[in-house]
């Protein structure tokens, strides 16, 4: 899905071709100074705490308070992201940041920033991040081309690289001059810009023709599908242990300039900076190592580099080394972030594009937050080379992993929507809240062709549990052998109307499978039908009935 052919350079116009566009640019340029202020806030609090305890699984806790928000957020940003107007969540998400940072500045202004405080106010930064991050990413898409996707989210990895790859260094250069509380005041100024920009941006919000989810259920049906679906459970599972094993890198660069390299808080900032300028070099080969390997093979040889490089870390006491060895890190890092994060939004429908995004986002930053305090404990009961060697270690070992479970090259065929018929006819007097509905499907199938028809029903099964079905289930009549019915249900008609905006493409086609087994001349019944337990219907007909919504199930 719009990767260019044209691998003659890396740098290539279509790589910046999102930056033609006047809503991107503004807002990829304000976020870039916001993600200054993001990587300042980073060396601020790292080096405060490294200076008030000097505890390895204290300052690993800092990335930790970070990244944790990011996990345990995600998923009902994500949700409030596909529900409802994602400039305003994005906004909304920012002012939380800004609020919390201004707070921890005045806090440490005061000398009241202690430990546990700075802990404190970093999770309540990563949580207006995390409700920020879903709502922007999933916006890409309305705010460039289909073919320059990709590159936008490229480019989304360079703005906070080249903040990463300065940003520490002039952090620690103001922690220096000036003290963390600056660095604080500085993060909260940052993100200033960027709410004017989505302030500016006049986006057009279409609202669903069906009125919103619940929130709980919106997070439970972005889990289902993602839960459901083969392609964003790998990738998941591949970001969540990439993550959680090479998380060493950010974790404990703090402790690595001070006890392996003899620096301060500027020789921190420079290890930063390397890995940082590494990951923007990386970012400029995100759409040529795609082309050339696509998302699987490109994903292991990165992970191997990475591994590699975290391993020389480990053995260094030279500053160029180290700085080169995590410039290696960087970029083979960000290479593989970036080709998941393409691989999540090119293979998530757009009903789910940002709940599939937070989850994805809760599965990397929740594997770096597990992982910076597994490794911090494990620095400090072992030695800060052993936690990088053996981080490096596990990196080279993942790629084995991979292997056994890979992803298909195909990924984008899996997101194309497919236009629905007009809504059923109803003769029942329902409302939105009306349930639950059960779905039977009747089948003809000749007897041969029974293992390959049941073969193609579990592959629908999928299907109906990933768009929102439930208790899905396949019977065989007694009687005729040829006879089968589909079973499933929804919690409400509202549920089941949803469900029909959410079929693809691919959805279609493994219906159209299961239908070719069908008897010729056979023509499927389908039947929708409201489930009336036992005590739903009143009685008498002259009962009296309280409920709102209650449904005329017996007629006049």
Not at 180 to 187: C, K, Q, R
Not at 244 to 270: E, Q, R, W, Y
Request: proline share 5%; net charge positive.
């Amino acid at each position: 899905m719009g990767h260019s052919d044209d691998s003659s350079t890396a740098m290539s116009p279509g790589m910046f071709a999102p930056l033609k566009e006047p809503v991107f640019r503004r807002i990829w340029s304000a976020s870039l100074l916001s993600n200054f202020g993001q990587l300042i806030l980073g060396v601020g609090a790292a080096w405060e705490m490294t200076r008030q305890t000097g505890d390895p699984g204290m300052v690993a806790l800092v990335q930790t308070a970070m990244m944790l928000p990011l996990m345990l957020v995600a998923a009902p940003a994500g949700a409030i992201a596909d529900m409802f107007d994602k400039r305003k969540i994005a906004m909304s998400g920012l002012a939380i940041s800004a609020s919390g940072a201004a707070a921890l500045t005045g806090l440490a202004w005061l000398g009241l920033a202690t430990p546990w405080v700075l802990l404190s106010f970093c999770v309540l930064i990563g949580a207006g991040v995390a409700i920020y991050s879903p709502a922007w990413q999933s916006s890409l898409g309305e705010q460039v081309g289909p073919a320059q996707l990709p590159a936008a989210i490229a480019l989304g990895s360079i703005s906070y690289n080249v903040a990463r790859s300065f940003g520490p260094a002039l952090g620690g250069i103001i922690v220096l001059v000036a003290g963390a509380h600056a660095a604080f005041a500085v993060n909260a100024v940052g993100y200033l810009p960027l709410l004017l920009a989505l302030a500016l941006w006049r986006r057009q919000h279409v609202p669903s023709r069906l009125p919103p989810e619940r929130i709980d259920r919106a997070i439970i049906s972005g889990a289902r599908f993602v839960f459901h679906s083969a392609i964003m459970r790998k990738v998941l599972w591949r970001a969540f242990l990439f993550g959680m094993v090479g998380a060493t890198g950010s974790a404990l660069a703090p402790l690595i300039a001070k006890d392996l390299l003899h620096g301060n808080a500027s020789t921190f900032g420079i290890l930063l900076g390397a890995s940082g300028a590494g990951a923007v070099a990386g970012a400029l080969l995100v759409n040529r190592l795609n082309s050339w390997l696509g998302v699987e093979l490109a994903t292991r040889l990165m992970m191997l580099v990475s591994g590699s490089a975290l391993i020389v870390v480990g053995f260094s006491h030279s500053l160029l080394l180290t700085c080169l060895a995590m410039f290696v890190a960087g970029g083979s890092s960000i290479l593989s972030i970036a080709l998941f994060n393409v691989a999540v939004q090119v293979g998530a429908p757009r009903w789910v594009t940002a709940r599939a995004l937070s989850l994805f986002s809760a599965a990397l930053t929740g594997g770096i937050a597990i992982g910076a305090a597994m490794w911090g404990v494990i620095a400090s009961h072992t030695s800060i080379e052993f936690a990088m060697v053996a981080s490096g270690g596990g990196l080279l070992a993942l790629p084995l992993l991979m292997i056994l479970f890979p992803l298909p090259r195909d990924i984008a065929a899996a997101s194309e929507m497919a236009e629905m018929q007009a809504d059923p006819e109803v003769g029942l007097e329902i409302t939105m809240r009306s349930g639950p509905i059960v779905i039977a499907i009747d089948y003809a199938v000749e007897p041969d062709d029974a293992r390959a028809f049941y073969r193609s029903m579990l592959d629908l099964q999928r299907v109906r549990l990933r768009n929102g079905g439930f208790n899905w289930s396949l019977s065989r009549d007694i009687a005729d052998e040829r006879l089968w019915t589909e079973r499933f249900q929804f919690p409400t008609w509202g549920d089941f109307l949803r469900t029909r905006d959410r079929y693809t493409q691919a959805d279609l086609r493994a219906q159209t499978r299961a239908d070719a087994y069908l008897v010729t001349g056979f023509v499927k019944q389908v039947r929708r039908q409201l489930e009336r337990p036992f005590g739903s219907v009143r009685w008498q007909k002259d009962s009296p009935d309280t409920r709102q919504d209650a449904v005329n199930y017996l007629g006049p």
